[in-house]
């Protein structure tokens, strides 16, 4: 069966520090894979998308990055982070075109002071 | 761009009362609808999800309705318990597109 996971669960980093949070599938190739934010009691924004290795496509122009690797494995990154990147982050995946649906992982909830 | 709005941002629902949470959609080219629960510090979990080809699905205690003709979405839970309090998100997927776009969220709120 397919699982995601993502890491750290929580993070707290000083303002101007750099970011990376990391998100692997497994069970599954070639997935479709999804970089979303959540602000406190608000929706969900997606920040990035990849369909392939090495393809990114940036949503919010902003100061993160994503980069991916490897087929299933994607980078959320940033040099330096400000206030306003704190939130939730949640990385999915879904299975073009085979199964629509997408999943979610366990997300990391980030508190830039 | 074109995104998936919520009507009402929270609703209050007496234990074991129908639940009824609505979702507008603006994209005509949307062709596959999906709900979503999420509980609180958790990522959104799949409930139910529908094609533009049908008009009602449903599941255990959930039915989902699409009216094309209005571009509305609604989520129906029935005898509604505690565990489904939570933030409901619908999302629409234009086809042939490979975005997801979600909007605000409903919280469901159970009365005891």
């Known amino acids: 069966s397919q699982t995601i996971h993502q890491w750290p669960a929580t993070l707290v980093q000083p303002v101007g520090s750099p970011l990376s949070l990391e998100c692997t599938v497994e069970?599954?190739?070639?997935?479709?894979l999804y970089w979303y934010r959540q602000a406190a009691g608000r929706g969900l924004q997606l920040l990035f998308y990849s369909v392939g290795i090495g393809q990114i496509s940036s949503e919010v122009p902003q100061n993160l990055s994503a980069s991916r690797p490897q087929d299933r494995q994607f980078i959320l990154s940033s040099k330096k982070l400000l206030l306003s990147d704190s939130g939730f982050y949640l990385c999915?995946?879904?299975?073009?075109?085979?199964?629509?649906?997408?999943?979610f992982g366990s997300g990391t909830q980030l508190s830039v002071l | 761009g074109e995104s998936v709005g919520l009507h009402l941002p929270t609703l209050s629902v007496q234990e074991g009362d129908n639940s009824i949470i609505n979702c507008a959609y603006s994209?005509?080219?949307?062709?596959?609808f999906i709900w979503y629960k999420q509980e609180s510090g958790k990522g959104p979990q799949f409930i139910i999800d529908i094609r533009s080809n049908m008009d009602k699905r449903q599941g255990q205690r959930v039915t989902v309705l699409l009216n094309k003709t209005v571009k509305h979405l609604s989520l129906q839970i029935a005898a509604t318990q505690p565990g489904d309090s939570a933030v409901y998100f619908c999302?629409?997927?234009?086809?042939?597109?490979?975005?997801?776009?979600f909007g605000k969220g409903t919280r469901l709120h159970i009365l005891p």
């Open positions: 069970g599954t190739s070639n997935p479709n």
């Open positions: 999302a629409e997927i234009p086809n042939r597109d490979d975005r997801i776009i």
């Open positions: 994209n005509s080219a949307s062709d596959y």
């Open positions: 999915a995946w879904r299975q073009e075109p085979t199964n629509e649906k997408l999943f």
